[in-house]
């Protein structure tokens, strides 16, 4: 490793004093890229020579993407940064850019390198950049059953080095970036080669690489989610509405506020928060005085945007044709009531899921990425016809389990669902059910 670092050290030089002799010592912390900052990327000339030189560059590439969640509208990414062997750092503005097709094309084939990928892929896609080949830092660290995975913590507990994280909640839209913030966004990809190798060696040596690499491979082929139907129903405090007409006028003042917020590219809750506009849904004002007087209506667009907040819930109170308050869903109801629901359903999910976890236990791994929890509850409510390992294997493949996930969990499912456990007493079953 050659990046610089830096010890925490008194003004003389001299470790601190003061410091418990019984404290182990604090880890150098990584502070200069290897290279030092590099220049942001924003002409098409300049992109063409980072283009060439990932081009030229060998072995897998580090990549990351900043957004500005908080700030502006949507998720899209306004830095990227990638590393390459013999290519050193770039950090490109997308912004300038109508994509980055080009910087996708220099790394044909090449294997990507990012640390909770599902997080950045999407945006990337928005600019035309999608890998060949993936590695998720941040998922391998959790098959290799680290205890804990944020990107600083992996490469403190690998690679022995403190990574500085107090710019990821920057306003990432700000131009021109300010200096110490590109610093972070370079020592962001600076060591994912190093922590790449580290991951694979643990998880080779567990024998668990083929199955990182499977998830790895599930991920990369995995398209972006499609739009949500009534995304407005996921306004945080809409369970706090039981009118239809009230949740008539969260539809159209969230529908409203969207609209605002992309035509002004700012995140939505800079306008008003969504308990605002729960606070207005449950008053229904008839007036711009009593809508500022509504108690929990506030945000930086409540006061000068009141008339047109007071126009949705006028609009909602002439509708006729109201949403329902409750949609239909093939999912299972909670688990805590299940006893009284279908007992033999209860049953098979109290007795599978323990088992589950054993196994997750053995393998070294969080119970979730052994299995998605919702697939163990879904056929635990609605098994096969015919129990046997064939269907549950069948049943997992549908709902979307991996090869290796069934052969690990599909036996031990079939068993569980072939012989469940007698439900316990109703006082002793209330814990164990709702944590399901």
């Known amino acids: 490793m050659s990046s610089h670092t830096s010890e925490q050290t008194d003004s003389t030089g001299a470790s601190d004093p003061a410091v418990d002799p019984g404290t182990p010592p604090a880890l150098p912390l990584l502070t200069e890229p290897r290279e030092g900052v590099p220049l942001v990327i924003d002409t098409p000339a300049g992109l063409e020579r980072a283009a060439a030189a990932l081009a030229a560059g060998t072995g897998p590439a580090g990549v990351d993407a900043e957004r500005a969640s908080g700030f502006r509208y949507g998720q899209r990414a306004f830095l990227v940064q990638i590393r390459r062997e013999g290519a050193g750092t770039w950090l490109i503005d997308p912004e300038p850019f109508d994509d980055l097709r080009v910087i996708d094309d220099a790394l044909d084939g090449v294997e990507w390198i990012l640390h909770a ?63 110490p913030w590109l610093r972070y966004a370079a020592l962001d990809v600076e060591v994912l080669t190093e922590l790449r190798d580290k991951l694979a060696g643990i998880l080779e040596q ?82 711009v005085p009593q ?44 688990p805590r009531i299940w006893p009284e629901k279908d007992p033999e359903a209860a049953a098979r999910l109290l007795t599978a899921r323990p088992r589950v976890a ?22 635990a409510w609605r098994p096969p016809a015919e129990i046997s390992l064939e269907s549950v294997s069948e049943a997992l493949e549908e709902l979307g389990a991996r090869r290796w996930q069934i052969e690990q969990v599909a036996a031990i499912i079939t068993v569980a669902f072939l012989d469940p456990d007698p439900l316990p007493a109703k006082g002793q079953r209330g814990e164990e059910t709702a944590a399901g």
């Open 291 to 334: 809508l500022l007087a509504t108690k929990g209506f506030h945000g930086r667009a409540a006061q000068k945007e009141a008339p047109r907040w007071l126009r949705c819930i006028s609009e909602a109170k002439k509708l006729t044709d109201l949403p329902p308050l409750h949609v239909s869903t093939n999912a299972p109801p909670p």
């Open 206 to 287: 567990d024998g668990k690489l083929g199955i990182a690499e499977e998830e790895f491979e599930h991920i990369r082929q995995t398209p972006p989610a499609e739009p949500r139907v009534d995304p407005w129903r996921r306004t945080s405090g809409l369970h706090q509405l039981r009118d239809r007409r009230q949740l008539a006028a969260v539809r159209q003042m969230w529908l409203e506020r969207e609209d605002l917020a992309q035509r002004r590219d700012v995140a939505p809750g800079r306008l008003i928060p969504d308990s605002a506009i729960v606070a207005a849904a449950k008053a229904m004002p008839s007036t």
């Open 358 to 379: 054993q196994r997750a236990e053995k393998l070294g791994m969080p119970v979730e990425n052994l299995l998605t929890p919702d697939y163990l509850r879904r056929i």
């Open 117 to 179: 990928a599902s997080q950045d892929l999407p945006c990337l896609s928005e600019l035309g950049m999608w890998p060949d080949k993936l590695f998720d830092t941040e998922l391998a660290a959790r098959l290799a059953g680290l205890p804990r995975v944020g990107l600083a913590a992996v490469i403190e507990s690998q690679l022995g080095f403190s990574l500085a994280k107090e710019h990821s909640a920057a306003d990432w839209s700000k131009r021109p970036l300010p200096e």
